[in-house]
């Protein structure tokens, strides 16, 4: 029995998706690092010194919440999520689905670890499925250049742009992203 077998009827995909989603509010306020110190005192094993002193010496790479990479990383599920239940045609559906089930997957270590330094590589796996949830979209799917595709399409295009600039810039656009959309609601 394959992981994937365990979430293989509506209701756990249902439970699946408020879970990974849940995991994502902890870690962005950063109650998963607590939960991990927490975990890490009652066990006496120190997972969270692991994780927290890795490479620590290391003084231009910030440990922490990184909005950049969470962001990112959970608008290709969304997008994903939305491509299917959108545009993906019926035969198609429960292999598209099941590809981005598989990328939400890969995405729990980076939402329960990724306050520890170096955490983009724990995004390495997951963004590996990013091509496959993107051409899987356009192979399997039902764009046309005059629907709601193309939106699709320059959505995508418009969070890559905005991941590659925020990291460039060292989260300072994400921070800036933020702050204007909180003070004009």
């Given at each position: 029995m394959t992981v994937l077998n365990v979430i293989n009827t509506e209701r756990r995909r249902r439970v699946f998706y408020i879970v990974l989603l849940g995991l994502a509010a902890a870690y962005s306020v950063g109650l998963s690092e607590e939960i991990v110190k927490v975990l890490s005192k009652l066990t006496g094993i120190d997972v969270h010194g692991m994780f927290a002193n890795y490479a620590a010496h290391v003084t231009y790479y910030r440990r922490g919440v990184r909005w950049d990479f969470l962001l990112f990383s959970l608008g290709w599920f969304i997008?994903?999520?939305v491509?299917?239940?959108s545009f993906i045609s019926m035969l198609h559906r429960p292999v598209?689905?099941?590809m981005v089930d598989l990328y939400g997957l890969f995405l729990v270590p980076f939402l329960l670890f990724g306050w520890g330094n170096y955490s983009d590589r724990l995004l390495l796996v997951p963004g590996q499925l990013i091509p496959v949830?993107?051409?899987g979209a356009l192979?399997?799917?039902?764009?046309?250049?005059?629907s709601h595709g193309s939106v699709y399409l320059l959505g995508l295009l418009g969070a890559t742009i905005v991941f590659v600039v925020s990291v460039i810039h060292n989260e300072a656009f994400i921070r800036w992203l933020?702050?204007?959309?909180?003070?004009?609601v």
């Amino acid at each position: 029995m394959t992981v994937l077998n365990v979430i293989n009827t509506e209701r756990r995909r249902r439970v699946f998706y408020i879970v990974l989603l849940g995991l994502a509010a902890a870690y962005s306020v950063g109650l998963s690092e607590e939960i991990v110190k927490v975990l890490s005192k009652l066990t006496g094993i120190d997972v969270h010194g692991m994780f927290a002193n890795y490479a620590a010496h290391v003084t231009y790479y910030r440990r922490g919440v990184r909005w950049d990479f969470l962001l990112f990383s959970l608008g290709w599920f969304i997008g994903g999520i939305v491509a299917n239940r959108s545009f993906i045609s019926m035969l198609h559906r429960p292999v598209y689905e099941k590809m981005v089930d598989l990328y939400g997957l890969f995405l729990v270590p980076f939402l329960l670890f990724g306050w520890g330094n170096y955490s983009d590589r724990l995004l390495l796996v997951p963004g590996q499925l990013i091509p496959v949830i993107v051409s899987g979209a356009l192979v399997l799917g039902r764009i046309r250049i005059r629907s709601h595709g193309s939106v699709y399409l320059l959505g995508l295009l418009g969070a890559t742009i905005v991941f590659v600039v925020s990291v460039i810039h060292n989260e300072a656009f994400i921070r800036w992203l933020l702050e204007r959309v909180t003070n004009s609601v």
